[in-house]
């Protein structure tokens, strides 16, 4: 799933959610404005005495013989993190290996980040933050084959998920684009919990899943059911009831799940069967 290391890794456009604090030039609309950037609007020139900025046109046309001013608004640079779940239930594999998709997602944000100058960090969480998987937020370009390879090779065997609500103590400063990437089979207080821990940063939930646990059962069958995190096996026979009933408890988590990102901002977006940077785009543009 992911990229060759000697090939680019495919671009997914971004943007925060209203406009960002900060001085570092980048490329998204800031909340300053000054002489440099892109034309905002015309101010008198008492508001913003820079005589390098009269707009001749404008102050010859004002009927109140005021002077006017070109504003411009900033472009600033912003930090973008990955924030990954390392408990075992993401070691599930059906029609993908959840980790290959992870490694593919974050590849590619860490390469599209930096190609346009902003910073991008990775932080891996389970019972705790794994420092073996923790990486500043940087705008070097490190290769992002090898920030994809070094996620594929990771071990998620966490059997605890408490660490994602301390993640956010590593987020200082200003706010930041924060994507909490997992499958989010967690109680529903810790999602709240962790939503609410991050609620100052542009959050964009990536739930993974995968047609195996819901519409892809067997109408009957005997199943053996594998708990990766410590709970056990266990045989169940599958039938039409307790599919449909299966069914709808996974949709009344994912809605439970989808309610709780609202709140705090975006809604999640579905990772499942193969990476499409094109499908992340629409999401994050159109959100």
């Known amino acids: 799933m992911t990229a060759p290391m000697n090939e680019p890794m495919p671009d997914i456009v971004y943007g925060p959610r209203g406009r960002s ?18 034309f905002r609007d015309q101010v008198p020139f008492l508001r913003m005495p820079d005589a390098r900025r009269i707009d001749l046109r404008a102050t010859l046309r004002d009927p109140f013989e005021g002077t006017c001013v070109r504003r411009f608004e900033s472009r600033t640079a ?57 990486l500043p937020a940087s705008r070097w370009r490190v290769p992002a084959g090898d920030i994809a390879e070094r996620l594929s ?25 924060v994507f909490v990437i997992s499958d989010f089979r967690w109680p529903e207080a810790l999602i709240g919990e962790v939503f609410a821990s991050l609620s100052r940063h542009d959050i964009v939930p990536v739930v993974l899943e995968d047609a195996v646990e819901t519409e892809a059962l067997p109408a009957w069958g005997l199943m053996e059911l594998d708990d990766l995190e410590g709970a056990g096996r266990r045989v169940v026979f599958m039938r ?48």
Do not use: N, Y
């Not at 604090?21 to 892109?38: C, I």
């Not at 059906?94 to 980790?99: F, K, P, Q, T, W």
């Not at 998709?101 to 902003?118: E, F, N, Q």
């Not at 977006?269 to 992340?280: I, K, S, Y």
């Open 240 to 287: 039409p009831a307790l599919r449909r009933r299966w069914i709808a408890r996974e949709a009344a988590r994912v809605e439970s799940l989808r309610r709780i990102a609202t709140t705090h901002g975006r809604p999640p977006f579905r990772l499942a069967g193969r990476f499409d940077p094109e499908a992340v785009t629409r999401h994050l543009l159109g959100t």
């Open 78 to 134: 912003i930090e973008v993190w990955a924030l990954v779940d390392l408990t075992a239930s993401m070691r599930f594999c059906g029609e993908a290996d959840r980790m290959d998709l992870v490694a593919a997602l974050c590849g590619s944000l860490a390469a599209s980040a930096t190609r346009i100058g902003d910073a991008f960090g990775l932080i891996g969480v389970d019972a705790d933050v794994r420092e073996d998987l923790f």
């Open 21 to 38: 604090a900060g001085t570092a030039l980048g490329t998204h609309r800031g909340r300053d404005a000054g002489g440099l950037g892109t």
């Open 153 to 177: 090779r990771t071990r998620a065997t966490g059997t605890r998920a408490d660490g994602m609500a301390l993640a956010g103590q590593h987020l200082v400063g200003r706010p930041k684009v």
